[in-house]
Antibody
Framework: QITLKESGPTLVKPTQTLTLTCTFS??????????VGWLRQPPGKALEWLAL???????RYSPSLKNRLTITKDTSKNQVVLTMTNMDPVDTAAYSC??????????????????WGQGILVTVSS | AIQLTQSPSSLSASVGDRVTITCRTS??????FAWYQQKPGQAPKLLIY???TLETGVPSRFSGSGSGTDFTLTISSLQPEDFATYYC?????????FGPGTKVDIK
C-alpha cells in the first residue's frame, strides 16, 4: 500500500526559504521506473508541477521555477525534500507530493502520478 | 516552455449527458498525455494515461483519444460522481506540464 505525507511549515514570511518533506511508504525510490514529485495548487487554481526525483537519481525541475527549487532524497528515511527559496505571497498554495510511475505503451514511455499525499497548505505572509 | 490549453474552461451538464473536453499542446513531439479528475478537497485521480489507456478501476464511460497536439477526454454518460475538475497532463523530456483545468458542474 503506497502512502505519502507532506510535512513542513504552514506559514512562511516573504523572502524566506520553504522546506517541505515528503515521507512515503509502500515503495522504494530505488526501484526502476519510479519517481517522487512535488506539485502545488493555489487556492481555486490549477495544478502546477514543481520537481521530480527519479529512481536513477535524476532530478528535474519546472523551467519557470528551477532557479528557486532543490529536490533531494534521504533513502534511509524514505523521504524526499523540496526547498523553495525567496518565497512570495503568490507562492501561497497547497503543496503535494506524489508517486510517479513509468508506463510504456507501444514504445511510448511516460511517467504519471498515481498516488498523492493529502497536501499541505502553505501561506506566504508577513 | 510547453503550454497546454483546455476547452472549455468550464461547462454545465446534466446526468446522462455526453461530455467532451479538449486539451491542446504547443508542442506535442515525443510526448505522452494523461487525464486527471479532481474533486474539491481531494487529490487528483489518474483516469487515463498514454492518451487513451484507462487506468485500472476507472469506469468505462471515460475514454481518451488524440495524437499530435490535440487530445480529448470523453465521458459518455455523465454520472453524479463525475462532477469535478479535469486536468490534462503532458510528459516530455522528463518534464511535466498540466493544463488549466475544465470544471464540470451540474446544469
Amino acid at each position: 500500500q503506497i502512502t505519502l505525507k507532506e510535512s513542513g511549515p504552514t506559514l512562511v514570511k516573504p523572502t524566506q526559504t520553504l522546506t517541505l518533506t515528503c515521507t512515503f511508504s509502500g515503495f522504494s525510490l530505488n526501484s526502476k521506473g519510479v519517481g517522487v514529485g512535488w506539485l502545488r495548487q493555489p487556492p481555486g487554481k490549477a495544478l502546477e508541477w514543481l520537481a521530480l526525483f527519479y529512481w536513477d537519481d535524476d532530478k528535474r525541475y519546472s523551467p519557470s521555477l528551477k532557479n528557486r527549487l532543490t529536490i533531494t532524497k534521504d533513502t534511509s528515511k524514505n523521504q524526499v525534500v523540496l526547498t523553495m527559496t525567496n518565497m512570495d505571497p503568490v507562492d501561497t498554495a497547497a503543496y503535494s507530493c506524489a508517486h510517479s510511475v513509468r508506463i510504456t505503451v507501444a514504445g511510448r514511455m511516460g511517467y504519471y502520478f498515481d498516488y498523492w499525499g493529502q497536501g499541505i497548505l502553505v501561506t506566504v505572509s508577513s | 516552455a510547453i503550454q497546454l490549453t483546455q476547452s472549455p474552461s468550464s461547462l454545465s451538464a446534466s446526468v446522462g449527458d455526453r461530455v467532451t473536453i479538449t486539451c491542446r499542446t504547443s508542442q506535442g513531439f515525443s510526448s505522452t498525455f494523461a487525464w486527471y479528475q479532481q474533486k474539491p478537497g481531494q487529490a487528483p485521480k489518474l483516469l487515463i494515461y498514454d492518451a487513451s489507456t484507462l487506468e485500472t478501476g476507472v469506469p468505462s464511460r471515460f475514454s481518451g483519444s488524440g495524437s499530435g497536439t490535440d487530445f480529448t477526454l470523453t465521458i459518455s454518460s455523465l454520472q453524479p460522481e463525475d462532477f469535478a475538475t479535469y486536468y490534462c497532463q503532458q510528459f516530455n523530456s522528463y518534464l511535466f506540464t498540466f493544463g488549466p483545468g475544465t470544471k464540470v458542474d451540474i446544469k
